[in-house]
C-alpha cells in the first residue's frame, strides 16, 4: 500500500523553526510531484510549496524567503523547512503526492496532517 507518513509538526514562538518530512512508502512506478499544503481553522486547504520531478520548486507568496521544500530521492521523502514562523502559518500541514502507481495509473494521495501551532 502507498502511504505518505508525516512527522515534525509542534508548537513553536514567532520567529522559530520546524522542519517537517513526508515519507514516502509502498511501490510506485513514478513521482510527478510532492507538495505541501496547508489549512487554517475555518478555511479552505491552501498550496504553501511543490517539488516537481527535475527539482524545480514553487511557494506560495506567503512564505517565500521563509520556506524551503526539498527532497531525499534515495528515501523517496521531502521535507519543509519552516523559519521565521508567524503565527498566521497556524494550520495543519498535509503532504501530498501526485505519482505514477504504474506507467498508466496516476493517483493523488494525501498524508494524514501535521499540526503546527505558531503562538507566543
Known sequence: QVQLV???????????SLRLSCALTG??????IMGWYSQAPGNQRELVAYITAGGGVHYADSVKGRFTISRDIPKNTVY??????KPED??????????????????????QGTQVTVSP
Open 27 to 32: 511501490e510506485i512506478y513514478a513521482l510527478n
Open 6 to 16: 508525516e512527522s515534525g509538526g509542534g508548537l513553536v514562538q514567532p520567529g522559530g
Open 90 to 111: 497556524t494550520g495543519v500541514y498535509y503532504c501530498n503526492a501526485d505519482l505514477l502507481l504504474t506507467m498508466d495509473d496516476r493517483r493523488q494521495y494525501w498524508g
Open 80 to 85: 519543509l523547512q519552516m523559519n521565521d514562523l
